[in-house]
C-alpha cells in the first residue's frame, strides 16, 4: 500500500480523549530475543462520556493477553490489529485495563519506540513512538503518572532507567535484576523513557535555589565516561541559568542524561531522563571541534530547559509544537548569548535562519510556525517550528519589552504548570502582562512564508526631514494563496556622519517603542523630523524580524555601516550584503560567458576591519566567511546553475585573498603562536581558532604553494580537531597533492571512534570535485560506513546532498540519482532518516531547465516503489505538487 492516501489531521478536528489514563504502571521483560511490556492502565470516563469504546492507539504492535480489573476478555469484547486495541464496550466508571505486548527491540531499525543501540536497550517515544510500546491514548494531552519496572539480564544490562526517581532495585539470583522508577509528575506518553545497558556514568550534582541536592548523571558506553565531563558542566550551568533567568527549578532527585549512538535526531527531553545523539555528548579536544562543543553546550541546555517548556507545560496536540519547540529554541539561544558573545550567537543563528528556514519557507515544504494540519507529524520538526518558532518570541519580546515579557513568562509557567496548553493560551498571558492586544501577532503564528519589507528614502536638505517608505508583502505559499500583513518591529537607528546615532525631533507615520519601528500595515509612510543632514538608515537591527529586506543602500553606505554602525548585527549584514551584491553580479557575469570583476572598496573595508584591534576574533571571522555558494544560489533563486555560482564565488574569493594576502597570513602565523597554549572551547578560543581557519580557507583558494604549504604544515601540527579538520578539509576540496596521504593518516589515527569518522566522510563528502561522486559510492561499502547508522548516513550522503552544491547538482544528473536511489534504499528500514534526506531536494526548482528536469526525474524515480512509508511519500507528495 502507498501511503498517498493518508488522512489528513487537522487543528479543527481536536478533541479531548472520552476516557482518561490517571496511573499506569509498565514492566518490561527485557531478555536477549523478545522482551515483554505488562501495562496496566486506570482509566477513568471523561465528563459526559457514556459507554463510548475505548479505542488506543498502536505501531506494528503484537497483543498477548488483554483484561479488565483482573478478568480475561473474551474474543469478542475487544478487537486487536497492529495499529488499535479497542475494547468494545468499557464498564462504567473507572477501570483497569491490563495489556501484555511482545516487542522485538533487536529489529526495530526505525528507532522508534524500544530499539537497541549497540546493544543497549532504549526508547524514543516523541511523537508517536510509544504506541509501538503498548497501547495507548499516545497523544500529548493525556497526562499520566508512570510507575516502570525494568528486569534485564545483569551482565547486558547493570544500569537500568527510566523517567522520575528510583524506587527500588533488586536481585532474582537467575542472572536477572530489576529496577523500578516512579515519576510523581504527571505526563503524557511522548515523555516516557527507557534505558537498559551497560553503560558508565560520569557523576556530579546540583543543589537547587532552594537548597535541594539532585543527583546528575551521563551515562555513555564504557569508556567514554572522561568525554561526558563537558556535557556535565554544561548541564550544571543550565540548570544555574534556569534558576537566574527564569525562575525555573528542577524537580527530582536525579537528572539522567544517556548517550546513544543510534539516534533520528539531536536528542530528546523524556522527564528526568534526557536520551541524546552521542555527537551532542561526547567531547574531548582530540575528537571534538570548537562547533561540537558549542552544539554539546547548546543542545544539553535545550533539553534540560525543556523541563519546563515541554514537560511540566506540554502540547495540547501536535500541532502546538512550536510552544514547546521555539520556545526551547529561544531560551538556549538565550543561554548561549550568555555564555558566548551575544553578536556573534545572533549572526550564526540568523544564519542558520536563512539557510534553512527561508528555503523552507519559500519552497514547497512551507508551512505556518503553528500548521493546521498534517499527514506525518515526524516530518514537521521543522526549521520552521524550531528556528521560525524562536524568531517569533524574539520579536513578541522586542514588541512587548523585557520586562512584560518576563511577567508574561511567569503568568505562563504559574496558569499553566501541569497543563497541556495551546499557542493562544501562551500568547495570552503575554497579553494580558502588556495590556498589547495581540490577535494582530498571532499571524505569524497562522500564515506560512517569509514578508519581504521594500524600504525607500527620501532626504529633504531644506527642511531637514527624513522619510522612509517601508512596504511589506509575503509570497503566496501552498494553501495559503493570499497574506494578512504582520506586525513586523523594525528595531532602528539613523546612523549619522559622526557613526553615532541621530535623534531626530520627532517621528511619525508609525507606532515607535524605544528603538523600534513597529509595522502594521501593508505601507508606512514614516517621517523623521529635525535631522541636520541625511542619516544613513541602520535597519533591523539585530535581525528584529525574520524577512527579507529589499534597501537599494549604495556601496558607500553599506561600507560606511560596515565601519561604523552601533548594532554589531548590522555591521556584519552590511558585509554580506556587500558580499552577496558581488556574488550575484558575478555569477551573472560567469553566465554571460564574461570574466568576473569585483569593486575593491568593499575588500579593503573588510582589509581595515581586521587590522582594528577592538574587535574579536570571532566576530571579525563571521566577517570575512564569504556567503555559501547555496545563499547565493537562494539570491538568485530561479535558474540556478550552480556551477556559475561555484566559479563566481571562487573568484571572489581569490579576489579577497589576493588583496588581504599578507593580512590573512599574519593572522595564521599568530594563531599558531598561540597553539601551543592549551586548549579551551571558550568564546576567545574558538574565535582565534575560527578566524585564522578562515582566512587558512582564503589563502588556499590562490593555490599557490606558499599557501598549501601552510596548509599541510597546520594538518601536520594541529593539536586539536578543530584545527586539524579545518586543514585537512581544506587539502581534501582543492584536490591538494597531499590529500590523499592526509585522509590516510587521519583515518589511521581515528578510523575507531565513529564521530570522528564522521567527519572524515563529511570532508570527503563535500570535495566540489568531479570525482566525488565516485568516491561517495565507494565509501558507503568502506566497513566504518553503515546505512543503519543515522549519524553516518547524514555524515556521508546528507553532506553530499546539502553541502556540494556542484556534485549534487551535477548536470548529468548522477549527484539526484544517487541520493534517490539512498533514499528509496532506508525508507522501509528507517522512514525518518529517509524522509529527512529528501528534504535535501526541496529548491529543486530553482535550477535552470536541464538540472529541473534530471532532479524531478529522481524524485520520480523514488514515487514509483510500491511500499512507500507516509513519512517519504508526504514530502515527496508535497515536493512535487
Ligand atoms: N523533542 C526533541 C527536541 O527538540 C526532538 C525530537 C522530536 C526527537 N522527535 C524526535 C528526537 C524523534 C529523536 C527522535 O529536543
Ligand atoms: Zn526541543
Given at each position: 500500500m502507498s501511503h498517498e492516501s493518508s488522512p489528513v489531521i487537522r487543528l479543527s478536528d481536536y478533541k479531548p480523549t472520552p476516557y482518561a489514563i490517571d496511573k499506569v504502571d509498565l514492566d518490561f521483560n527485557l531478555t536477549a530475543k523478545e522482551t515483554l511490556v505488562a501495562a496496566t492502565l486506570a482509566i477513568s470516563p471523561r465528563d459526559g462520556t457514556f459507554g463510548e469504546p475505548l479505542v488506543l492507539d498502536g505501531d506494528e504492535l503484537t497483543l498477548v493477553r488483554v483484561a479488565i480489573d483482573g478478568r480475561e476478555l473474551s474474543q469478542d469484547e475487544y478487537e486487536a490489529t497492529p495499529d488499535h486495541l479497542t475494547v468494545k464496550v468499557p464498564p462504567n466508571g473507572a477501570f483497569r485495563l491490563e495489556m501484555t505486548t511482545r516487542l522485538d527491540p533487536a529489529a526495530n531499525t526505525k528507532l522508534m519506540g524500544l530499539y537497541r543501540s549497540s546493544g543497549t536497550w532504549c526508547t524514543q517515544c516523541e511523537a508517536e513512538g510509544f504506541r509501538r510500546i503498548t497501547y495507548y491514548y499516545d497523544r500529548p494531552d493525556v497526562l499520566s503518572v508512570f510507575t516502570v519496572k525494568i528486569t534485564a539480564p545483569k551482565s547486558e544490562a547493570p544500569v537500568l532507567l527510566s523517567n522520575g526517581n528510583p524506587v527500588s532495585v533488586g536481585d532474582l539470583g537467575d542472572g536477572r535484576h530489576f529496577a523500578i522508577w516512579h515519576d510523581p509528575w504527571p505526563k503524557p506518553s511522548y515523555l516516557f523513557a527507557l534505558v537498559a545497558g551497560a553503560l558508565a556514568a560520569f557523576e556530579d550534582e546540583f543543589t537547587t535555589m532552594s537548597g535541594r541536592k539532585v543527583m546528575l548523571a551521563v551515562y555513555v558506553e564504557k569508556g567514554n565516561a572522561p568525554k561526558a565531563a563537558y556535557a556535565m558542566d554544561s548541564l550544571k550551568r543550565s540548570m544555574k541559568w534556569d534558576e537566574e533567568v527564569f525562575g525555573r527549578e528542577y524537580d527530582l532527585d536525579v537528572f539522567n542524561v544517556v548517550a546513544v549512538s543510534d539516534f533520528n535526531m539531536g536528542a530528546m527531553e523524556n522527564k528526568g531522563l534526557n536520551v541524546f545523539n552521542d555527537k551532542y555528548v561526547l567531547a574531548d579536544p582530540e575528537i571534538a571541534t570548537d562547533a561540537d562543543y558549542a552544539g554539546i553546550e547548546a543542545v544539553i541546555a535545550h533539553e534540560y530547559f525543556h523541563n519546563w517548556t515541554g514537560d511540566r507545560i506540554t502540547c495540547r496536540d501536535w500541532f502546538q509544537l512550536c510552544l514547546k519547540?521555539?520556545?526551547?529554541?529561544?531560551?538556549?539561544?538565550?543561554?548561549?548569548?550568555?555564555?558566548?558573545?551575544?553578536?556573534?550567537?545572533?549572526?550564526?543563528?540568523?544564519?542558520?535562519?536563512?539557510?534553512?528556514?527561508f528555503p523552507e519557507d519559500g519552497g514547497p515544504l512551507a508551512h505556518p510556525v503553528r500548521p493546521e494540519q498534517y499527514k506525518e507529524i515526524n516530518n514537521f520538526y521543522t526549521a520552521t517550528v524550531y528556528e521560525k518558532g524562536a524568531e517569533v518570541i524574539r520579536m513578541l519580546k522586542t514588541l512587548i519589552g523585557d520586562d512584560a515579557f518576563a511577567r508574561g513568562m511567569d503568568l505562563y509557567f504559574t496558569r499553566h504548570d501541569g497543563e497541556a496548553a495551546t499557542i493562544e493560551q501562551f500568547i495570552a498571558c503575554f497579553a494580558e502582562a502588556s495590556g498589547r492586544d495581540l490577535e494582530p501577532f498571532m499571524v505569524w503564528y497562522r500564515e506560512a512564508g517569509t514578508p519581504i519589507v521594500t524600504v525607500e528614502e527620501s532626504w529633504d536638505e531644506a527642511s531637514g526631514r527624513f522619510t522612509l517608505t517601508l512596504t511589506q508583502e509575503t509570497p503566496a505559499t501552498p494553501g495559503q494563496q493570499t497574506k494578512k500583513p504582520r506586525v513586523i518591529p523594525v528595531r532602528f537607528g539613523l546612523v549619522g556622519p559622526d557613526g553615532g546615532d541621530m535623534h531626530p525631533s520627532s517621528i511619525a507615520g508609525a507606532e515607535v517603542n524605544g528603538g523600534t519601528l513597529v509595522l502594521t500595515q501593508p505601507l508606512h509612510t514614516v517621517t523623521f523630523e529635525g535631522l541636520s543632514s541625511r542619516p544613513v538608515p541602520s535597519l533591523f537591527r539585530g535581525f528584529s524580524a525574520p524577512v527579507k529586506v529589499r534597501q537599494a543602500l549604495s556601496s558607500a553606505d553599506l561600507i560606511f555601516l560596515l565601519a561604523n554602525d552601533a548594532d554589531s548585527f548590522?555591521?556584519?549584514?552590511?558585509?554580506?550584503?556587500?558580499?552577496?551584491?558581488?556574488?550575484?553580479?558575478?555569477?551573472q557575469q560567469v553566465r554571460a560567458g564574461q570574466v568576473p570583476t569585483f569593486e575593491t572598496a568593499p575588500i579593503d573595508a573588510l582589509g581595515a576591519l581586521i587590522d582594528d584591534s577592538s574587535l574579536d576574533a570571532a566576530f571579525k571571522a563571521l566577517l570575512l566567511a564569504v556567503p555559501s555558494e547555496n545563499d547565493v544560489a537562494r539570491e538568485v533563486a530561479e535558474n540556478v546553475d550552480p556551477d556559475a555560482v561555484a566559479n563566481a564565488h571562487k573568484a571572489y574569493r581569490r579576489t579577497i585573498a589576493d588583496r588581504l594576502g599578507v593580512r590573512l597570513k599574519s593572522i595564521v602565523e599568530a594563531d599558531q603562536t598561540a597553539a601551543g597554549q592549551p586548549y579551551v572551547p571558550d568564546a576567545a578560543g574558538s574565535g582565534r581558532r575560527a578566524l585564522a581557519n578562515t582566512a587558512l580557507d582564503l589563502l588556499s583558494v590562490t593555490g599557490s604553494s606558499d599557501a598549501m604549504d601552510l596548509v599541510r604544515r597546520r594538518f601536520e601540527t594541529a593539536t586539536n580537531m578543530t584545527d586539524r579538520l579545518a586543514a585537512l578539509t581544506v587539502l581534501v576540496h582543492r584536490g591538494d597533492a597531499g590529500a590523499e596521504a592526509a585522509l590516510a593518516a587521519f583515518f589511521e589515527r581515528f578510523g575507531t571512534v565513529p564521530l570522528v569518522v564522521d567527519k572524515w566522510l563529511s570532508a570527503q563528502a563535500s570535495a566540489p570535485l568531479p570525482d566525488t561522486l565516485d568516491r561517495v559510492m565507494a565509501l558507503t561499502e568502506h566497513p566504518a560506513f553503515s546505512f543503519g547508522n543515522p549519524n553516518r548516513v547524514r555524515a556521508l550522503v546528507g553532506a553530499f546532498a546539502t553541502s556540494n552544491p556542484t556534485q549534487f547538482g551535477r548536470a548529468d544528473g548522477k549527484g539526484f540519482g544517487f541520493v534517490a536511489g539512498v533514499i528509496s534504499r532506508l525508507d522501509a528500514a528507517n522512514p525518518q532518516l529517509a524522509a529527512r534526506l529528501l528534504v535535501t531536494f526541496r529548491s529543486w526548482r530553482s535550477y535552470e531547465p536541464k538540472r529541473r528536469t534530471l532532479a524531478e526525474a529522481a524524485l520520480r524515480s523514488i514515487q514509483t516503489k510500491p511500499q512507500l512509508s507516509r513519512d517519504v511519500a508526504d514530502i515527496l507528495e508535497r515536493t512535487l505538487a
Open positions: 519547540e521555539g520556545l526551547t529554541v529561544f531560551r538556549d539561544q538565550e543561554f548561549s548569548s550568555d555564555m558566548r558573545s551575544r553578536a556573534v550567537k545572533r549572526i550564526s543563528d540568523v544564519r542558520l535562519l536563512r539557510s534553512q528556514q548590522n555591521r556584519w549584514q552590511a558585509g554580506t550584503t556587500l558580499a552577496m551584491t558581488a556574488l550575484v553580479k558575478a555569477t
